[in-house]
């Protein structure tokens, strides 16, 4: 047995003499593709690993029967009824060639040896480890030393190692190895996936290597860290660091052009809070005196008086005009839910969406600074996570703004995710005002789950309004959002006021 | 479970489906069949079937090659059960196949889906209702199941070749990757009300045969299926039955004026109705029983050089009576 054929070239050999016969047979028409005999080469070697040992009379079975049943359909004879008849013929002789000139029991001997060293591999691995498994693999395709088996362990080799490799990156979250690791895991992310599932965004991939509701200080020195990955894997629009040391008359011309567009957008607000419940900060009531905010008159009670003084026929007074009295600090907590789907990707007149609601909420930002409220800021795609978590705006704005910078889009959209995720930061806060803004432009999964997160958020004291962008988006839900949450629905028909629209919100809740 | 918004939930997108990456399904499937073991496919599906262990593995075989398979057999001898119990032990997807009924009716938008220009009007594109997608792109990295293929009609048979070759399926435009591995069934050409299968189709499968099994294996077949079904009215049927049935069928079936010959199903059902009338009466079941009910059983089943139905009636009683003759005579020896 010291030559070594391959069972392989044997099925080859015998399927190439049954075409010749076919050929040359004059009852057959077409003697079958191409395909079919590719199919029918590796579908025998199939079946004899499936089937564990075999002996010679059984090898022989198996070609020719599975042989014809690949061929059965690709073959046409004259006469369709004998067309079994035909293919068991050609086989017969094939065999019978072959063994006249290579002397049966060779090949019998060789076969039978084949098959008792891969019997053991398809008897079942669930037992075994994997590892045992390529083990025997590898041995197996040591014996045979060419063909079908051993392209099957190197296979299974690869696959070992990838798989390692991927564990070692799992475990590896420590210190800067992370941080080494992140190539492979931002590969990972990119190419691994398919898009829509597995696409992390910014937030998941910082908070990967610091805890979510870490110090924003301390964000910000990861994302520096992994800045250059970022752009290396096509994360960032290129234009960020062009446009921070010049081009400013592009930037300039694209604001005029911003402005032009954000007149001709529809805004659309609908209000849901009851002013009596809707959480105010009056503290109490006086007469009006001189340098008041006029928006500070509390109209009905001054309505009131007035008539009274008019019924009376009596002057009215400064002491008519009431004015309402807040308390000195007020504190927002505000979480703003920003959708960084793959649809955000999208250009809106020459500008990806995602630019513009960055922008938009850098304004806010800006806006948020005089106050002293506080902001975090959860991005959500298929997956939601917090990009910062509560802190005061005034102090951080910088930060905040700089982290922005980085955030891009993908993936799809999940908002009950995000609703929740704010509940998380809330209940972290123990201001007694506070607000949750979500940012959409589509459709999100699990809508019923939203429904119940803001039925949550709610009684926990949560006000919640929802900016809906474009005509994609689920109207329908977010207005119930709105409602639940006692806060505003602003439906914009372009992105473009979205600065207009969180300001609007703002503005509302003072 | 579920609730109805989460079933939405559920429904693709039609801009998820254009994202779909390929999928090496007959790997899947090897690796399915290396952690399974071929030992536990074979005797999970004992479980369902007898006696078409062979047959089985030749499916497995040219599934784990990627290779589309049609089983070929006559009524009533447990093609789809085969290909479905298959499906289910591999369980490579979820759900484990997609199984389309084929009729003769049947439209290429049936097999692809179509958008629906209302819904798309009112709610977009990309809104899950408007874009239901049929089986050969739901099929994607699993088992389609195509029962009675032959009765697939050319124009539908265009575009299952086109998605077989091309692996996409065109829906006005859009183009959604799917790959899948077929199981076709089928009659034997000389049944009625079959097309042609056309012959780039055809040479896209292989054929795997189910023979008639004979006598011995039917009759345990039989025993064993009848008990199954009659195990909920605490009965058993008697081993006479099975015998005197197996043997009627392997005569009629031998016979040359047949063209189809009786179905195990209809033969399984001749017996479990034979047991359930006379459980019915309260009384032993005799072979006067079970002459009616095979008659009545299969008198539709079977074809063959009959001028009327009185006549096949007829025949199938005289052959019932020889059946019985024959096993009087066998036991006695």
């Known amino acids: ?510 | 479970m579920a609730t109805g918004k989460d079933l939405m939930a559920l429904l693709p997108h039609l801009s998820d489906l254009i994202k779909r990456e390929p999928v090496n399904v007959s790997k899947i499937v090897a690796d399915a069949i290396r952690t399974k073991g071929v030992k536990k496919i074979l005797s999970e599906l004992e479980k369902e079937l007898k006696g078409l262990n062979d047959i089985a593995m030749d499916v497995l075989s040219s599934l784990a090659v990627g290779r589309h398979v049609l089983i070929m057999g006559p009524v009533g001898i447990g093609k789809t059960t085969l290909a479905e119990t298959l499906a289910e032990i591999l369980h490579i997807s979820e759900p484990p196949y997609i199984e389309v009924a084929c009729h003769s009716h049947m439209t290429a938008t049936e097999l692809t889906g179509d958008i629906d220009i209302a819904v798309a009007l009112q709610a977009g594109l990309d809104h899950p209702l408007a874009y239901i997608p049929g089986p050969l792109v739901m099929a994607h990295g699993g088992i389609l199941i195509l029962d009675e293929i032959n009765r697939l009609n050319p124009y539908s048979q265009a575009a299952l070749l086109q998605v077989l070759q091309e692996h996409y399926v065109f829906i006005r435009g859009f183009r959604i990757r799917s790959d899948f591995l077929m199981i076709a069934t089928s009659n034997p050409a000389e049944y009625s009300g079959v097309y042609e299968l056309s012959e780039a189709l055809a040479d896209r499968m292989k054929v795997v045969e189910i023979p008639y099994p004979d006598k011995d294996l039917l009759k345990t077949i039989l025993s064993w299926k009848s008990n199954m079904y009659l195990e909920h009215l605490g009965l058993k049927a008697p081993d006479t039955l099975a015998e005197v049935t197996a043997t009627f069928m392997t005569l009629v079936a031998q016979d040359s004026n047949i063209e189809v010959g009786p179905s195990i199903r209809s033969a399984i059902f001749a017996i479990t109705t034979a047991m359930s009338r006379a459980w019915l009466e309260g009384r032993e079941v005799s072979l006067n029983d079970l002459k009616r009910e095979i008659i009545s059983n299969m008198v539709n089943v079977i074809r063959g050089n009959f001028a009327n139905e009185a006549e096949k009636k007829d025949y199938l009683a005289r052959k019932f009576d020889e059946a019985v003759m024959m096993y009087r005579r066998y036991s006695r020896r």
Request: aromatic content about 8%; charged content about 25%; hydrophobic content about 40%.
């Open chain 1, 1 to 510: 047995m010291g030559i070594v054929i391959d069972p392989a070239q044997v099925v080859i050999k015998v399927l190439s003499k049954v075409y010749e016969y076919l050929k040359e047979d004059p009852r057959v028409i077409r003697p079958g593709s191409v395909r079919s005999f590719e199919f029918a080469v590796n579908d025998v070697m199939m079946r004899i690993m499936l089937e564990g040992g075999v002996d010679y009379e059984r090898f022989k079975d198996i070609v020719t029967r599975v042989g014809i049943e690949n061929l059965y359909l690709s073959v046409e004879t004259t006469n369709p009824d004998e067309k079994r008849k035909i293919l068991e013929e050609a086989f017969r002789r094939a065999f019978e060639e072959l063994e006249s000139n290579e002397g049966e029991t060779e090949t019998a001997a060789q076969v039978t040896g084949f098959n008792v060293d891969t019997g053991n591999r398809f008897e079942g691995s669930s037992g075994r480890g994997r590892e045992n498994d390529s083990e025997r693999a590898s041995r197996v395709s040591g014996n045979i030393g060419s063909g079908f088996g051993s392209d099957y362990s190197a296979e299974e080799g690869r696959e070992l190692i990838v798989g390692r490799s991927l564990s070692a990156n799992i475990n590896e979250r420590s210190g800067d190895a992370r941080l080494d690791s992140l190539i492979s895991t931002i590969y990972e992310i990119l190419y691994s996936g398919v898009g829509t599932v597995n696409f992390l965004n910014l937030a998941q991939l910082i908070n990967m290597f610091v805890d979510p509701y870490a110090n924003i200080v301390e964000k910000v020195q990861v994302l520096r860290k992994m800045e250059p990955y970022l752009r290396n894997y096509g994360l960032l629009p290129s234009d960020i660091r062009r446009s921070r040391e010049g081009e400013r008359v592009f930037e300039a011309l694209r604001n005029i052009v911003r402005s032009a567009m954000s007149g001709m957008g529809q805004v659309k607000v609908v209000r849901f809070t009851d002013i009596d419940k809707y959480p105010t900060y009056v503290v109490s009531v006086r007469e009006y005196k001189v340098g008041d905010n006029y928006f500070d008159v509390d109209l009905q009670r001054t309505a009131m008086n007035l008539s009274r003084k008019i019924m009376m026929h009596k002057l009215f007074t400064n002491r008519d005009i009431v004015v309402k009295e807040y308390a000195n600090v007020k504190v927002i907590d505000i979480v703003l839910c920003l959708d960084v789907s793959g649809s955000m990707r999208e250009l809106s007149n020459g500008m990806p969406k995602i630019e513009i609601a960055k922008d938009a909420v850098a304004q806010y930002i800006h806006f948020l600074s005089r106050t002293s409220d506080k902001l975090a800021m959860v991005l959500f795609n298929f997956r939601a996570d917090i990009l910062w978590s509560l802190h005061p705006v005034r102090r951080y704005w910088r930060q905040m703004i700089y982290m922005l910078k980085y955030v891009y889009a993908g993936g799809g959209t999940n908002l009950a995710n995000a609703l929740e995720r704010s509940r998380e930061i809330l209940t972290r806060s123990r201001s007694n005002s506070k607000h949750v803004i979500c940012v959409t432009d589509g459709r999100t999964v699990n809508s019923s789950m939203c429904i119940k997160e803001a039925v949550r958020l709610r009684r926990g004291g949560t006000t919640i309004s929802t900016i809906a962008i474009g005509e994609n988006s689920d109207d329908e839900l977010l207005m119930r959002l709105s409602k639940i949450g006692g806060g505003l629905f602003i439906k914009i028909s372009s992105i473009h006021d979205l600065g207009k629209a969180l300001i609007m919100d703002k503005l509302h809740s003072m």
